[in-house]
């Protein structure tokens, strides 16, 4: 157990709607990376959050939004679904947001899209 | 940008075989390195890294060579072992500034008693 949660475990929903995505850190992780792993694009970085700030983007689609909010805890928005969001979401934590540290990641959200 | 190529999969042996998967990478600058293992339906764990050239990385019974010359970081194991079967990722992040993870494609290795 890595100590990183995160909730749904499943979602399967229709093309166009919208979901969020729900992850809490380790204890006294200040940041938290999202990743997509599709089987087509392999796993891939999509934004970074420290201490409530975003702090670095990857190759996230302008359909989708995330926050961290103050008791650390983050969402990721993802809206106008398409059947090409259908993907693993993970969600990873490090104690600091600078510097080499070992990101611990979560069980993932296996999201659907029909 | 930066990258990593890992070898395709999947990798089939047998109980206690010798297991190398090749990583390769780009990237500006020096990066650290990283295998990662995801066992089914789990997240990814961190297996072992390496922070600069020549450096080796080792745990349960994995080892791998930070090797600049060659731009490259192998995985290894002596002796497999049947609960190894899994998907293996090489990655790297910038030494500097804030950390995100490139991950290679990940190969998966099944291992037979």
């Known amino acids: 157990d890595s100590g990183v949660t995160q909730t749904p475990k499943h979602l399967i929903t229709a093309t166009g709607q919208r979901v969020t995505l729900r992850c809490s850190p380790r204890?006294?992780?200040?940041?938290v990376y999202w990743y997509q792993q599709s089987l087509d694009q392999g796993l891939q970085f999509l934004i970074q959050?420290?201490?409530?700030?975003?702090?670095a983007k990857g190759n996230i689609l302008e359909r989708f939004s995330a926050q961290q909010f103050p008791d650390l805890h983050s969402e990721l928005n993802l809206s106008s679904l398409e059947l090409g969001d259908s993907a693993l979401y993970f969600c990873a934590s490090s104690a600091q947001g600078e510097g080499i540290y070992e990101q611990y990641f979560g069980p993932g959200t296996r999201l659907t899209v029909t | 940008g930066d990258s990593v190529t890992q070898m395709e999969g999947p990798v089939t042996l047998s109980e206690e075989a010798f297991l190398t998967i090749n990583c390769t990478y780009t990237a500006t600058g020096y990066p650290s390195l990283f295998w990662y293992v995801q066992y089914p339906g789990e997240g990814l764990q961190l297996l072992l890294k390496?922070?600069?050239?020549?450096d080796k990385g080792s745990n349960k019974g994995f080892e791998a060579t930070y090797r600049k010359e060659t731009t490259s970081f192998h995985l290894e194991k002596g002796s497999v072992q049947v609960s190894d079967s899994a998907v293996y990722f090489c990655a790297l992040s910038a030494n500097t500034g804030f950390q995100k993870l490139v991950f290679g494609t990940g190969t998966r290795l099944l291992v037979s008693p």
């Open positions: 390496a922070t600069k050239a020549d």
């Open positions: 204890s006294g992780d200040l940041s």
């Open positions: 959050y420290y201490n409530g700030e975003e702090r």
